[in-house]
């Protein structure tokens, strides 16, 4: 064997060993969150036969005034709750939608990719501990009531993200995006093709040898997914997400910013919901908007969209009190390209596109199954009775990969601290297994 074929052998029996680490680290959290994932995705169908009876209403002649939707709300609401938002209907059949928050806010659970604590009138979603009343918009009357917490879909986000438990779990699940990723890097490098060699299954292939080439084959091919998957996920956990976002604004791509001090003239009489609906609705892409009231004499009505399966007509809308003037508007030109890939890959990573989109997350879930399965199937043809089956590292394989392979290595390990954390007490437990006699070191590594 030439120095050459001996240095690819030495680099795939440490990709090989990493890999199977990878797995053993990532396997258990990452059938959850595969289980999980795949309940999430069909959230729209369980939702749709779940509350009907509060998103949508029979279309009649005309709506009434917006103001007496909200009006009826305050009244069904919990004394003393104030108004967080409210969704005016964009379809025919849709109710109005009135968020309230209790009395003086609470953090808001989900909101934002970062876990953390929101200010009272969040961006995005709701507080955790927010009510939602339904108004049909036709007549004034209350369909009914759901806290924010309750919600299939929020019920299910959690239960995906840190099942069901506050935020010291969502370590485990950052865990396992970190070791797949792993896996999905060092299993590419494995499946590569090499010289006459093909990466396509071959017909008629058996025992553990047919499960190794579809485990690689499928792996790959939905790589692409997997991809995105991953870094989403990885966006608004704790803290690979942390040092996302500070990467992302070093590199100048965050948001583009509110401006600061934005106060209404204060002249003439102040908008209500209806006229403030027409204002948004005037600037504003089709699609449904949220609505949040100024919380002052000098404060700014606020719309923004209330739908993000359309990431294109994003917008940001801030327009005087009194006069309606837009004193800020941000669409989706505006947006930065980290902000453009986010708003389109998290929507993706939660099924938010439609049929095709869930389709190809429910595949791409089975095929997430099926790695876990045959990995484990390998694991258990390949180990002799008395040992632990670790794949065999060939002398000098430490040393082997090249320098691009442990830049990429040290850059992973940068952006993903639980890999790091993981990855040292990993090293510590190699250099342990170095140093073991060879009776035991032959009883592991065999």
């Not at 009826?72 to 969704?87: D, F, L, S």
């Not at 956990?237 to 001090?261: C, F, H, N, W």
């Not at 040992?387 to 850059?411: D, H, I, N, R, V």
Request: hydrophobic content about 50%; proline content about 7%.
């Amino acid at each position: 064997m030439d120095d050459a074929t001996f240095l690819v052998a030495r680099r795939k029996s440490l990709y090989w060993r990493i890999h199977f680490w990878a797995a053993l680290i990532a396997s258990p959290f990452a059938l959850v969150a595969t289980l999980t994932g795949i309940l999430y995705v069909f959230t729209p169908q369980i939702e749709a036969r779940l509350y009907q009876h509060l998103d949508h209403v029979a279309p009649q002649a005309s709506m009434l005034p917006l103001d007496a939707a909200v009006a009826a709300a305050e009244r069904a609401a919990p004394h003393g709750w104030t108004v967080q938002h409210v969704v005016p209907p964009f379809q025919q059949d849709d109710a109005v939608q009135v968020a309230f928050a209790p009395p003086g806010g609470a953090p808001d659970e989900h909101a934002g990719h970062g876990g953390h604590a929101a200010p009272v009138k969040p961006k995005f979603g709701l507080p955790a501990q927010a009510v939602i009343v339904y108004v049909n918009p036709y007549d004034a009357r209350v369909l009914g009531s759901l806290a924010s917490s309750e919600r299939f879909g929020n019920w299910a986000k959690k239960l995906h993200s840190r099942l069901l438990q506050n935020d010291g779990w969502r370590w485990m699940i950052e865990l396992a995006a970190s070791w797949l990723m792993v896996m999905l890097v060092t299993g590419v490098v494995l499946w590569w093709p090499r010289g006459a060699q093909s990466g396509l299954p071959k017909r008629g292939a058996q025992g553990r040898n047919g499960w190794r080439q579809w485990h690689a084959f499928l792996g790959v091919a939905l790589g692409i997914v997997s991809v995105v998957i991953l870094t989403t996920g990885l966006t608004w956990s704790q803290q690979a997400g942390g040092r996302i976002r500070t990467l992302r604004d070093v590199s100048g791509q965050a948001p583009p910013p509110v401006p600061r001090g934005l106060h209404s003239s204060e002249e003439g009489s102040p908008l209500d919901w209806q006229d403030a609906w027409q204002v948004a609705r005037s600037h504003a892409p089709a699609i449904a908007v949220q609505l949040t009231a100024p919380a002052s004499q000098d404060d700014v009505w606020r719309a923004t969209m209330a739908d993000r399966s359309q990431p294109t007509l994003r917008f940001d809308l801030q327009f005087d009190a009194y006069s309606g003037k837009p004193l800020y508007y941000a669409g989706w030109d505006a947006q930065t390209a980290f902000g453009k890939a986010t708003a389109i890959g998290i929507p993706f990573h939660r099924g938010e596109f439609g049929w095709w989109n869930q389709a190809l997350l429910l595949l791409f879930g089975a095929s997430v199954l099926f790695s876990l399965v045959s990995g484990w199937v390998m694991f258990f043809k390949r180990r002799l009775p008395g040992s632990l089956g670790l794949p065999k590292l060939l002398p000098g394989a430490w040393t082997s990969p090249s320098a691009l392979a442990w830049l990429a290595a040290a850059g992973m390990c940068a952006l993903m601290p639980l890999l790091l954390l993981s990855g040292g007490m990993l090293v510590l437990l190699e250099l342990g297994l170095a140093k073991c006699g060879p009776r035991v070191g032959r009883m592991w590594l065999r």
